[in-house]
């Protein structure tokens, strides 16, 4: 499964890197991508959006399922 996230907040590269690190550590996340420029991040694997959005947030920035 691949569930899109639009990622609000993220001004660098370590900003991006918090927020992989964030995603990473979801239980069920088996990839993942976050694109600095287009402010989105794209996780596979089976974990669900509300704890990949709830990740996230706990690193201080909005998140919500893209589209």
Same mark, same amino acid.
């Given at each position: 499964? $691949?569930? *899109?996230?639009? @990622? *609000?907040?993220?001004?660098?590269?370590?900003?991006? %890197?918090? @927020?992989?690190?964030?995603?990473?550590?979801?239980?069920? @996340?088996?990839?993942?991508? %976050?694109?600095?420029?287009?402010?989105?991040? %794209?996780?596979?694997?089976?974990?669900?959006?509300?704890?990949? $959005?709830?990740?996230?947030?706990?690193?201080?920035?909005?998140?919500?399922?893209?589209?």
């Amino acid at each position: 499964m $691949i569930t *899109e996230l639009k @990622v *609000e907040g993220m001004s660098c590269g370590h900003c991006q %890197v918090s @927020v992989e690190k964030a995603l990473k550590s979801v239980p069920g @996340v088996e990839k993942v991508e %976050v694109f600095l420029q287009e402010g989105k991040a %794209v996780v596979e694997g089976s974990a669900p959006a509300e704890r990949l $959005i709830a990740a996230v947030q706990e690193e201080g920035y909005r998140a919500q399922v893209a589209g």
